[in-house]
T-cell receptor, first 112, second 110 residues
Framework: KAGVTQTPRYLIKTRGQQVTLSCSPI?????VSWYQQTPGQGLQFLFE???????NKGNFPGRFSGRQFSNSRSEMNVSTLELGDSALYLC???????????FGSGTRLTVV | EDKVVQSPLSLVVHEGDTVTLNCSYE??????LLWYKQEKKAPTFLFML????IEKKSGRLSSILDKKELFSILNITATQTGDSAVYLC??????????FGTGTRLKVLA
């Protein structure tokens, strides 16, 4: 059974650019959530999607957005990149709210 | 504001030691508490606890939840160097949100 797949693995962007990250959940998982991980802040919740609907959003500016497609694949977009957006972005999927999430390996974004 | 606090922040032990990691939480509409192990990139799921006082075990790892005192502990017995990792605790609320603690970095020396 394939795990959660995130692409790309690494990304370098310059300030002011925008970026789109992709996440393919485990087959059959309908819940996808996104997290930002930095050394200083730990894992911070970005948003969670279920059946193409955003059910909750963390405390991030509007430059961070996401969506989920009918096949449960999800994308996250960050516009007008700032240096502070450099982080590991993790996606996780679950079959249901009361089940543990399975994480992907993440996308390492570096903003220069 | 919902929060999850883990202690200690870091821990260094020798192989064979037993360690206890702590996680306290203050979460609106608490549903469950989860433990993850993160070695390099992706955190891997260890336990999910929803009921107070019921211990979950997997090999040398065990965890228990106290819903009255709002905390959980993760025990690792007979530690091995392969247990070296960051251990993350997360709480889920009724609003489909996971709140993670900043983790406990465990280093096990041979």
């Amino acid at each position: 059974k394939a795990g959660v797949t995130q692409t790309p693995r690494y990304l370098i962007k310059t300030r002011g650019q925008q970026v789109t990250l992709s996440c393919s959940p485990i087959s059959g998982h309908r819940s996808v959530s996104w997290y930002q991980q930095t050394p200083g802040q730990g894992l911070q919740f970005l948003f969670e999607y279920f059946s193409e609907t955003q059910r909750n959003k963390g405390n991030f500016p509007g430059r961070f957005s996401g969506r989920q497609f009918s096949n449960s694949r999800s994308e996250m977009n960050v516009s007008t990149l700032e240096l502070g957006d450099s982080a590991l972005y993790l996606c996780a999927s679950s079959s249901g709210r009361d089940n543990g999430y399975t994480f992907g390996s993440g996308t390492r974004l570096t903003v220069v | 504001e919902d929060k999850v606090v883990q202690s200690p922040l870091s821990l260094v032990v020798h192989e064979g030691d037993t360690v206890t990691l702590n996680c306290s939480y203050e979460v609106t509409n608490f549903r469950s508490l989860l433990w993850y192990k993160q070695e390099k990139k992706a955190p891997t799921f260890l336990f999910m606890l929803t009921s107070s006082g019921i211990e979950k075990k997997s090999g040398r790892l065990s965890s228990i939840l106290d819903k009255k005192e709002l905390f959980s502990i993760l025990n690792i017995t007979a530690t091995q160097t392969g247990d070296s990792a960051v251990y993350l605790c997360a709480s889920t609320s009724g609003t489909y949100k996971y709140i993670f603690g900043t983790g406990t970095r465990l280093k096990v020396l041979a």
